[in-house]
């Protein structure tokens, strides 16, 4: 079953752990708000990433990734 | 609570309440004394007596404290755009450097944030981690056997050199670390509560402040220069992120606003840490019941890795609630302000432009209804355990604003006691009692002298 991913951009301040851990579901990129901010490359990860995601989720220091069952 | 995009009108500010005012208020000073004898309690007063919202005079200055996890996610979320930081930091001003920061025009400010923040990215953080563990094993290289030191005095010193390190790179760190020491003592030395009233007064303080900026702006302009002329070095510490960072027109920031910034970060990280540092030391040796599932972990991580990495401090959850509970019952940071900028109708209640705004995480953090017997360490309490309790345990703020050296923070502490715990057991060398919050300055710390006396295990 695919991934499903929430963020919560409120929080994301660009620390970019996210990138670190899964390049393939996450990027950072500048934003006119000021803090770089973190988007999806694919919506709906395959489940061979869900390790790797989920470790970007766990590592994030502000908490904005929710990972659930698509 | 009202999202109204526009000012309220008079007639929707007469039909709402006001704040209920905290007693004890004094002609001309208001409530400054108290406030000056313990802050912490102070506040915990303001809000056992008044409830959510607690209206007191600081000398003139109307400060609204907010209480609770509802009214501490309004103020560090979702009032944001009413409220600014700036305006309530003014003291840093000639500290930072003129336009830096809380003096910058606000889009100049939030590029310089970025660019603090962008030091502490994920690439950073990994040198970031072998500078700190480097400089741990240096510290404790000659220990010996058993001793007894103030543990305040040693992460004060600690924590000064690694910042120095990871901030200005190892060549400052080891050649100019007393004349870094001695300027920013004098920096530091500048923001005693006159400067919260005038930072410009004529004052011998003032006066070795801005010759200590001065200073420290020739220092680091050097350092610039001779990177400038040997682009192919590379760094890894946080001087090189900021000298490279850009604004929109692509323009890069000036030698004053890269001085600035790593005067920012050294004033945002040091003394948090070293004082977060020092108490996890104290709760370690008060508490040695919780040691052994923290030892057992650590065994763990050297029997299969050997040594501490950027990646391994990471998965060490028994040390990390030690360390949280720490940061729950003495935040570094123990009041939050904000200067209201466009009136507020929170729930019915009008908390007008001009007024101060503030929270208390030390207040947040004995509040019983999220923390049981508050006063007693226990580091198996919950903390994130549902959305009220995230905004009922803030110990680095939240939202967008929150302190985005939480990580860096973190992962120092950690490295530093997996460092120290296998090696070496600690015991309280004074009464447990004796060792309290002290709050007498700006950042929360353990009471002098702080002394533990260590033994090899």
Known sequence: ?????????????????????????????????GYPQVILLQEAPPPELREKVEKAARYCPNHVITVTEA | MSETASALSDSEKAALKLPPKVSGEK????????????????????????????EYNMAGQQTVLMSGPAAQEAFLKT?????????????????????????????????????????LRYQNMKAYAAV???????WIAGWGDEGEMDFLDEFIQLTLHTACHCLLGADFRYKMTDEFKSLYHDLERGLQAIAFV????????FEARDKARARLQTLISEIIAERRANPEREYGDA????????????????????????????????????????????????????????????????????????????DLPQLEAFIEEVLRLHPPLVLLMRRVIEDIDYNGTLIEAGKTVAISTYGSHRNPTYFPDPE?????????????????????????????GNAFALMQLKSIFAALLPKYTFELVDA?????????AMVLKPSSPCRLRYRRR
Not at chain 2, 432 to 440: F, K, M, V
């Open chain 1, 1 to 33: 079953m695919a991934l499903k991913i929430t963020l919560d951009l409120d929080l994301c301040q660009g620390h970019s752990v996210c990138l670190g851990e899964c390049p393939e579901v996450f990027d950072v990129v500048e934003s006119d708000e």
């Open chain 2, 27 to 54: 002609p001309d000073s208001g409530h400054m004394e108290e406030f000056g004898v313990n802050f912490a309690r102070f506040l915990m007063r303001c809000n056992a007596e008044c409830g959510e919202l607690a």
């Open chain 2, 79 to 119: 009032l944001d755009k009413k409220l600014s930081r700036a305006a309530a930091y003014q003291a840093m001003v000639p500290v930072f450097g003129e336009g830096v920061i809380f003096d910058a025009p606000p889009e100049r400010m939030k590029t310089q944030l970025k660019i603090q923040v962008d030091a």
């Open chain 2, 132 to 138: 700190i563990a480097q400089e741990v094993q240096d």
């Open chain 2, 198 to 205: 005038d930072p410009y007064m004529q004052q011998p303080i």
């Open chain 2, 239 to 314: 001087l090189e992120t900021f000298m490279s960072g850009t604004y929109a027109d692509g323009s890069l920031l000036s030698d004053n606003e890269v001085t600035g910034l790593v005067i920012a970060t050294m004033f945002a990280g040091h003394h948090t840490s070293s004082g977060t540092a020092a108490w996890t030391a104290v709760e370690f040796a008060r508490n040695p019941q919780y040691t052994g599932a923290v030892l057992q972990e650590l065994e763990e991580l050297y029997a299969r890795d050997g040594e501490l990495t950027f990646e391994n401090l990471r």
């Open chain 2, 376 to 404: 007693r360490f226990d580091p198996q309490r919950p903390k994130a355990s549902s959305a009220d309790m995230m905004w009922a345990y803030i110990p680095f703020g939240g939202g967008p604003h929150k302190c985005a």
């Open chain 2, 432 to 440: 447990p009692e004796t060792y309290e919050d002290d709050l007498s």
